[in-house]
Every structure is written in C-alpha cells, then in structure tokens.
C-alpha cells in the first residue's frame, strides 16, 4: 500500500516564543521523519511539514499535547498546501508578519539542570551568573520587540562564542535557539564598584560581594528586573541601618534563602506552600514565622508572616555560596532598589545616582534591562494561591477574557498600580509599577504602558480609568486619551468584575458582589469601602454598605488610625474618656480639633470603608495608632488574631434598612461599644481581634444571604484589599461554602488594587 505523502502549514499561537517552542518543534518533526521548516513570526510559531499523512497527523496533535512545560498553546491551525518533495527540517529566521499577535513569556527561574552545572567544576558554565536555557531565565525584561530572537533582545551586543554558537545550532541540545545563550567567554559580566576602591570583575565581584554583606555592609545587586539592596538578615544594625537609608519605616523586608531546608528554618510552609515556593516563578512568598529565628527583629516587626524567596537567578545562587565557598550569610534582606515610594532603579547610571547614599557597593553586570519588574508577592489561604502583587513571574502572562473587548486601556489605581490592555479573549496586565504618588511613577507608568502595547500589538480605541476625578492614573488617561473616549468604573464595580472575569464569567447572571477595602470613590460622593453589590459588567445595584463615619481631616486619618477610632467612638456614642488608648494616643491640642471637626462635620469626608474600621479597631486594642505603610494596623490586628484560639461568640454588626428602596446599612457602632467594653473588663487584644475578626467574617455570610434573599442568586465574589487577609478570608470563604454559596475568590489576580485594571477593562467594554 503506497504511502500518501502530505504537506500542511501548522500556525501555533499562545505563549510559544522564548519557550522552546521551536527546537520542540524541530526535534518532534525529525523525530516523526517529516521534511519543512519552522519560524518565529509576529503572531507565533509556524511550521511546514511534509511526509507520510499519519506522520503529519501525529505532528499536529504533538503540538497541542506535547507542548514544552513554559508554552501555554491558545490555538493550532492548520493548513493544506502542495507538496515539494522537500527533505531534511530547517529553523528559519524569523518573520515579521502574521497579522496577529504572539503572547510573551514571563522571566522563569533558573532550572535545576542549569543549577546542576551552575555548581559542576567540571562544567564550562561553572559559576557562570548569567546560565541559562530554553527552560529558564530572562524573558520579559529583557524582550526589545517581536518575534522573540536575540537581535531582539538586550543580549543582542553579545556575540556567541563558538561552543555557545555550536549548542545553539545543535538540536540535540538543551539550548537549542535559547536567546539568552551565554557562557564566561560571551558575556554578559559582572562587575563590583565601591566608593573609592578599583572595580572587582568576574567571580571576584560576587566573592567581595559576599565578604561585604558578611561585615554588615549593604550591596546593590542588579538582578532580572532591577537592583535589589541587600545586606545580611541576621545582622541588626545592618537590617536597621538600611531601613534608615531607605526611609522603609516598619515596612516589613522579604530575605532570600538558599533552599527549602533554609526557608523551614524561619516559616512554616505546607506542601501547597512549598510547591509556589519553588514554582517556576520563584515569587516571594508570605510565611508564617516560626518561633525563636535568627533573624533580625527588624526584618519584618510587628507582622506574623515573613516573606520568603529562593535564588531564581544564577547570581542569587553564587551569593549565597557554592560548596567550598567562605561562609557568608545564611539569609539575606532583599529588598527592591529604591528608596520609600520611588521607582525601582534599572538603569545603572541611574542606580548609581539614586542608590549612592544608600549602599556601600554596586554588584552590577552589563547586559541592559529593557524593563523593569519587581518581585511577585503571593500567599497561600487554604490550599489556594492569592497574589499580593503581580510581577515578576507572573507577568505579561495575559488572562483569558470570557468574552470579546475591543482594544482597550485601563489604567488602574493609583495604590498598587497595574495598567493593562486588552483585545479579543486576551487582557495583559503589566507588571507592579507602584503608587502614582510622583512623577517619576506616572513616568514609569508610561514606560509600562508603552512596552505593553508594544509587545501585544493592542492599539487602544478606548481608555479606562477609576471614577475618582483626583486620581493621578485618571489624570494621565484623561491627558494621553487624544481623541480616544475615556470610559470611568467605580472602584468596587472594578474590583468585583477583576474577580469574575478571572474566573471566566460571561456575565449573563449577576453575582453578589462583597467588596471590602480601605479607599474607593462613591456615585455619592463619599468614600466607599464596606459594600454589597448585586453585579455584572454593565451595572451593579448597591444592596447593602457598611454605616458612614467621618473621615476627619482626610489621608491624615489613614496615617493616623487613633483618628479613626475616635470618629468610630463619636459614631457609637462611646465619650473619649482618658484611659482609651486612641485618646491617650493623640495629642491634646489635636484632641480638640477633632472633637470639632466630628460635631460640626468641618473638614470630613463620609466613608463606608471596612479598611478604616480595622485601622480603629488596632487603636482602640492598643496595637497600632500610626502607620507607616499601607495596612499596618490590619496586618498587626490579623496578627495578634491568629495567636488566639476559639474563645466566645463574635461581636455583632447591626443591620437597619436606609430607605423603603434603599440600601441597607451595616451599623458598626454595636462592634465598637462591645470592643470598649472587652477592653473594660481587661479581655486581652489578642481575644477581642479574634472576635472582631470573627464577627467581619459572619457580617460577610450575613450579607450574603441578604442579597439571595432578594435576587435568589448563590454566586458570591470576594474583592477588595480586606481580603488580603488571609484569616478574614479562609473564615468567610468557610462561612459561605457552609450556606450553599458558591464562592469566587481572587486567583490570579490580587484582591487589592493591583488586580483592579482587568475590572475596568471588561466593564469599560460594556459601556
């Protein structure tokens, strides 16, 4: 029986450039005896092939089920042509159209065979810090344009040697057309500068690197994304000294470790833990501390977590030593190169301006960083990964939309801000870039903004911005729009259709909708934060929200949580009698201004916020009456509140209806009166923050249940930066599950602001 002979152009699209698509693609057609060739275009991967027809059919199916672990395959099309006769397979250069788009891959950590020869003497890539294969290293930061090949790339001024050259051309070989092929004879080098001392290259530079962090001196190390400064973690005057020179305030740091054994010297990690730890991403990781460590108490005060990484770069791996190496610290701070609420530094005669008063030496090397991207923050709550911030690792892998958009921007938020676009089925989200609080961020804003648009190929038509007329993201929609419409989401519209998107909701049916978190602007004005919304992406109705307190003098509330406490004492008719502590805590003569401002109303904004209620309840327990960075009286609350076991019923909210038609409105004042009498009868903190906690998660399941009652509907979605929390969280997930509801919670996405983008995106394209 004479074989049918076959040709077929196969289109691959998805995340399948700087992924080993290609030599997977090569080695599987020589493998199968098929003739043809592959490229990289601007839409993907494609591939003609010619030989017997189930060999070819084989081929296809290959391309979809056998795909390299870093691809995520979107779509295979394939194509009849006529056959050539053609023999032998050819990867080709890459092509420049294709009328679509390809998806780019994320910067991967460093893999274990990679690591295996990184700490081989016998290997030529022995302590090479810049190892890497077509399984792991720098991808998205530093990608110039598409197709993804080395002339696009900042690895592009580094000419292979020949033996690099030789595995690049060799499809037998792990770094069979991996772009950032490099060895010691190619570069990229390293480089160590200090203040008045002749620069250390090579290996030396990481050796002197070492001895200095080991006498307590802090470093800047250039790393995938940016420059960390690091010094040793278990070295107090080092860890204050840089908390002092950076104007970190209480801000807790994240250590690197040198392996899973390390890490469980400090955390308690579970498997599901252990296995985002040591993910692909490498991310740092919130941990619960373990008892009697030897780090610094500096490192992270106040906090119950610890955030954890592993080395996900070769030089990450030499600084914390190779067997044979000297000693040298055990854990090190890591931390992002910048000082407090500034950009993180990439570029390196900027770091050595904007760094100089901060570190004792620059452990820098020369290969460009075309973007920069901060570390991914992640937790674990019940076996499930909730994201802190998005970013390296993570990011540009897009999120699957259940519906088509039209090109489109959002601009986010201005705390925690991504920006994304988005088209068709696909949204982008951006990595970190920050809070809009100066111009160097909103700068840095457009810098992401444009190499997003780059590498997707979206050209917006429409951009979305928050409600807030004064946010600075808003401002800077409103300024580049051009003639584009500029589209507005509130805030905790945005935050409730993040989640449902995430979890592929096509919106047909609403969902109940429970959005807590510190700050959102109102359609009334005020600010929003304890809210119940029946939703989908065109609308939502506000069924229920937590009572309006005064916010007395606005942000200084926010830094001032004693502020807060009092206004919620005002709000419950508790009188501010001394022995209080958020009277004790504020100074007499701002006692007095208060107290006007909060009966005359002078200088204060409404707000719903369950943020600011957690921030009154830590003063009113004692536990933070100033804060320095976002969050801190609740995470030092949530602290204290899981130290404590099952200890008596919860406090209760009061529920009363507003209108005949109105929303409901949640009365907090019945949680602070029992508060004050806890603290009366010399209840411990640590018991009332379990009830309070406890009485926020059964508010969550009353409410709930309010909304079935009037829509009939079981879907529950949890947003908002409450939700962050991770004992609120798992507490009223468990509470809902146990009601029949089905519950939605932020997966790939934060819950705080930073997933607010893809909100914006898939409302604005209903409007």
């Known amino acids: 029986m004479r074989t049918v002979r076959v040709r077929r152009r196969v289109r691959v699209t998805g995340v399948v450039q700087g992924v080993g698509f290609r030599p997977f693609v090569y080695v599987t057609a020589t493998r199968l005896g098929l003739a043809g060739s592959v490229h990289n275009d601007s839409a993907g991967v494609v591939a003609e092939v010619e030989g017997a027809g189930e060999a070819v059919r084989r081929f296809v199916v290959a391309m979809r089920d056998e795909a390299p672990a870093l691809a995520s395959v979107e779509d295979v099309v394939v194509q009849a042509l006529p056959t050539t006769a053609g023999t032998g397979f050819t990867i080709e250069e890459s092509a420049r159209e294709g ?39 720098p991808r998205f930061t530093i990608i110039t344009g598409l197709p993804y090949d080395r002339p696009q790339t900042t690895m592009a001024g580094f000419a292979m040697c020949a033996a690099c050259a030789g595995e690049y051309a060799d499809a037998t070989d792990r770094r069979f057309h991996a772009q950032p092929i490099a060895c010691h004879d190619c570069g990229p080098s390293l480089e160590l500068v200090r203040p008045g001392a002749e620069p250390v290259e090579g290996d030396g530079a990481v050796q ?11 470093v800047a190390v250039k790393g995938i994304g940016g420059y960390h400064l690091a010094c040793d973690a278990s070295d107090d005057a080092a860890v204050r000294e840089l908390r002092r020179r950076k104007q970190r305030g209480d801000k807790p740091f994240a250590v690197l470790v040198a392996d899973t054994a390390a890490a469980r010297r400090l955390v308690e990690v ?18 619960a501390k373990r008892s009697g460590g030897y780090l610094s108490d500096a490192v992270s005060p106040g ?118 676009v988005a088209e068709g089925r696909y949204a982008w989200l951006s990595q970190h870039v920050g809070d809009m609080d100066d111009l160097a961020t909103l700068e840095a804003f457009g810098a992401s903004e444009r190499h997003l648009r780059a590498l997707t190929g979206v050209e917006p038509r429409v951009v979305v911005a928050d ?50 978190d510190g700050t959102g602007y109102g359609t009334d004005g005020a600010i929003w934060g304890g809210e119940l919304l029946v939703a989908d992406y065109k609308g939502f109705t506000r069924v229920a929200h937590l009572g309006y307190v005064d916010l007395p003098g606005g942000d200084a509330s926010v830094h001032r949580p004693y502020r807060m406490a009092l206004a919620h004492l005002a709000a419950a008719g508790v009188p501010w009698t001394v022995g ?43 536990v933070r009456h100033r804060v320095d960075h976002e969050a801190q009286a ?33 009365d907090a004042g019945p949680v602070v009166r029992a508060v004050v009498d806890d603290l009366r009868a010399g209840v411990t903190a640590v018991t009332a923050a379990a009830r309070f906690h406890a009485c926020v998660a059964e508010l969550v399941r009353s409410l709930a249940g309010l909304a079935r009652a009037r829509t009939g509907l079981d879907t529950v979605v949890l947003g908002g930066g409450c939700f962050a929390n991770a004992l609120l969280l798992s507490s009223a997930r468990r509470l809902l599950q146990e009601r029949g509801f089905t519950v939605l919670c932020p997966h790939h996405l934060p819950p705080n602001d930073g997933g607010i983008a893809l909100g914006q995106v898939v409302v604005g394209s209903q409007s």
Not at 208 to 218: K, V
């Open 634 to 666: 609740a995470i030092e609350l949530e602290g204290l509140a899981r130290r404590a076991g099952p200890d008596g019923a919860p406090y209760g909210f009061a529920l009363r209806a507003h209108t005949a038609t109105g929303p409901a409105v949640v």
């Open 467 to 516: 409600a807030h007329p004064g946010y600075r993201s808003a401002g800077w929609a409103r300024r580049h729009a051009g003639s584009r419409p500029v589209r507005t989401v509130q805030h905790h519209h945005a935050h409730v259709a993040a989640v449902m998107a995430e979890h592929g909701l096509d919106g047909q049916e609403p969902v109940i909708g429970i959005a807590l």
């Open 303 to 420: 906090n119950p977590d610890l955030g954890v990484l592993l080395p996900y770069t070769p030089l990450h791996v030499l600084l914390m030593g190779l067997p044979g190496d000297p000693p040298g610290p055990a854990a090190l701070v890591l931390t992002s190169g910048n000082l407090g609420g500034e950009p993180l530094c990439f570029d390196d005669e900027d770091a050595r301006v904007r760094l100089a008063p901060l570190v004792d030496g620059w452990l820098s090397h020369d290969r460009p960083i075309h973007v920069p991207c901060d570390d991914a923050v992640t937790r674990v709550v019940d076996g499930m990964e909730v994201p802190v911030r998005r970013s390296r690792g993570y990011a540009p892998v897009p999120i699957a939309l259940p519906f088509d958009v039209p090109p489109t921007l959002a601009v986010g938020a201005d705390l925690k801000n991504t920006c994304c």
């Open 580 to 622: 209080l502590p958020p009277v004790d805590a504020c100074p007499p003569g701002e006692l007095r201004v208060l107290r006007h401002q909060v009966d005359t109303g002078f200088g204060c904004v409404p707000t719903s916020s369950m943020g600011r209620l957690f921030d009154a309840v830590s003063s009113l327990l004692g």
């Open 208 to 218: 002197t690197a070492r001895a200095m962090l080991a006498a307590g001196q802090i």
């Open 99 to 137: 009328g679509g788009r390809t998806l780019v891959g994320a910067d991967v950590a460093t893999c274990a065979e990679c690591a295996a020869e990184l700490a081989d003497p016998s290997n030529r890539r022995y302590r090479h810090p810049f190892i890497s294969c077509t399984q792991c290293g």
């Open 270 to 287: 579970d498997d599901a833990e252990l296995a985002v730890l040591t993910g692909r991403q490498h991310p740092i990781v919130l941990l």
